[in-house]
């Protein structure tokens, strides 16, 4: 079975800037979640889709910030215009229930 | 608010046990989580407790009390392999099923 998978895996951008992650969750999970973790601090909620709806975005931080599913399969995450403190490491996570998330490996956001 | 408190660091002996507290204060709670993450690598899942009581899954065990709001991941005999950062998690609303993390404990296994 695939696991999560994340491109790119590193990406190194310049202030106002715009990037976009992408995320393949493991095929048949519903439910699909986008986390980031700044140097050193915890792992934090971003979104969760349920198939291609919103289920929660309260932890989105602003509106440069745009995610979507497509179809119910691959997310993006947009960042546009990206700022210094949007740098960090951004993980998806998928699952079929709540219990059991399984993370893909990440990909680390530099902003210059 | 929500928060999550355990260790920042912890070390031990190769063979050892080692356990890994966690307390968290929530509006509501349906369930505490364990993930492992090495350096550069991705949270892996290790447990969850919905449940009062211990969970065993191999060498790790996971522990839950509710009325304490209290948690403990237990690692048994040791690995060189098991250095790596532990978090907790908890699952704290209804409907919806992202996690909240605590900071991490930082496992260091020495031979």
């Known amino acids: 079975e695939a696991g999560v998978t994340q491109f790119p895996s590193h990406s190194v951008i310049e202030k106002g800037q715009t990037v976009t992650l992408r995320c393949d969750p493991i095929s048949g999970h519903d439910n699909l979640y986008w986390y980031r973790r700044v140097m050193g601090k915890e792992i934090k909620f971003l979104l969760h889709f349920v198939k291609e709806s919103k289920q929660d975005e309260s932890g989105m931080p602003n509106n440069r910030f745009l995610a979507e599913r497509t179809g119910g399969t691959y997310s993006t995450l947009k960042v546009q215009p990206a700022e210094l403190e949007d740098s960090g490491v951004y993980f998806c996570a998928s699952s079929q229930g709540p219990e059991k998330q399984y993370f893909g490996p990440g990909t680390r956001l530099t902003v210059l | ?111």
């Open chain 2, 1 to 111: 608010g929500q928060s999550l408190e355990q260790p920042s660091e912890v070390t031990a002996v190769e063979g050892a046990i080692v356990q890994i507290n966690c307390t968290y204060q929530t509006s509501g709670f349906y369930g505490l989580s364990w993930y492992q993450q090495h350096d550069g690598g991705a949270p892996t899942f290790l447990s969850y407790n919905a449940l009062d009581g211990l969970e065993e899954t191999g060498r790790f065990s996971s522990f839950l009390s509710r009325s304490d709001s209290y948690g403990y991941l237990l690692l048994q005999e040791l690995q060189m392999k098991d250095s790596a950062s532990y978090f907790c998690a908890v699952r704290s609303q209804t409907g919806a099923n992202n996690l909240f993390f605590g900071t991490g404990t930082r496992l260091t296994v020495i031979p």
